[in-house]
């Protein structure tokens, strides 16, 4: 099992910038590749990057080059550095880890964090 929660979440104004954090505990050894989600209302989870154990970077291409995401692994943690956002980046925000591959992979999730982003 892996345990994450995400803290950094909170209200900023358009163009601002913030910083989400997510901590992993657990049998974390087995995880391969860690990402961010996000859900806004009304719409469904989308991908919004994903980091591989060895240092690999994924991005939806929307969020490319104000979004980056960083993976420390003394830590455990995952990070995700969001600048210039904007106001439909509102949502809730979720971790999420992948142990082992294919098939028989195991995901886990966060509980999620909000950000709100208005003036």
């Known amino acids: 099992q892996v345990q994450l929660v995400e803290s950094g979440g909170g209200l900023v104004q358009p163009g601002g910038s913030l910083t989400l954090s997510c901590a992993a505990s657990?049998?974390?050894?087995?995880?391969?590749?860690m990402g961010w989600y996000r859900q806004a209302p009304g719409s469904q989870r989308e991908l919004v990057a994903q980091?591989?154990?060895?240092?690999?970077?994924r991005y939806t291409d929307s969020l490319k080059g104000r979004f980056t995401i960083s993976r420390d692994s003394a830590k455990n943690t995952l990070n995700l550095q969001m600048t210039s956002l904007k106001r439909e980046d509102t949502a809730v925000y979720y971790c999420?880890?992948?142990?082992?591959?294919?098939?028989?992979?195991?995901?886990?999730w966060g509980q999620g964090t909000q950000v709100t982003v208005s003036s």
């Open positions: 980091i591989s154990s060895g240092g690999g970077t």
């Open positions: 657990g049998s974390i050894f087995g995880v391969n590749t």
């Open positions: 999420n880890a992948v142990v082992g591959f294919g098939s028989t992979a195991s995901v886990y």
